[in-house]
């Protein structure tokens, strides 16, 4: 199984991008978002389950990023408005197997290999 992150890039402040994780096959129980800023640790961002509606978003990021899926493209997207300079990190998808909707970086199986995004002043 593989995931291809894509999407990461240069934004000014306030700015939009659009993030998207490719999965090679459809085993997932959920997908998630992470992200690591240089010199600290990875943190969540959002999750996806891929049957229903389910979503759920860390508090920095709330009301400016949205996350969705397209089942039939096993792709997941995150879209990103309203951009601060504190988002600056390199981006990563990751898929689970089973279980629910999780925050914690630990229990996902799968992991793309990320894409930057830079948000500047």
């Known amino acids: 199984v593989q995931l291809q992150a894509s999407g990461g890039g240069l934004v000014q402040t306030g700015g939009s991008l659009r993030l998207s994780c490719a999965a090679s096959e459809r085993t997932f129980s959920s997908m998630g978002w992470f992200r690591q800023a240089p010199g600290k640790e990875r943190e969540f961002v959002s999750a996806?389950?891929?049957?229903?509606?389910?979503?759920v978003y860390a508090d920095s990021v709330k009301g400016r990023f949205t996350i969705s899926r397209d089942n039939a493209e096993n792709t997941v997207y995150l879209q990103m408005s309203s951009l601060k300079p504190e988002d600056t990190a390199v981006y990563y998808c990751?898929?689970?197997?089973?279980?629910?909707?999780?925050?914690?970086?630990?229990?996902?199986?799968?992991w793309g290999q990320g894409t930057l995004v830079t948000v500047s002043s």
């Open positions: 996806i389950g891929w049957i229903g509606d389910s979503a």
């Open positions: 990751a898929a689970r197997p089973y279980g629910r909707l999780s925050r914690t970086p630990g229990v996902y199986d799968y």
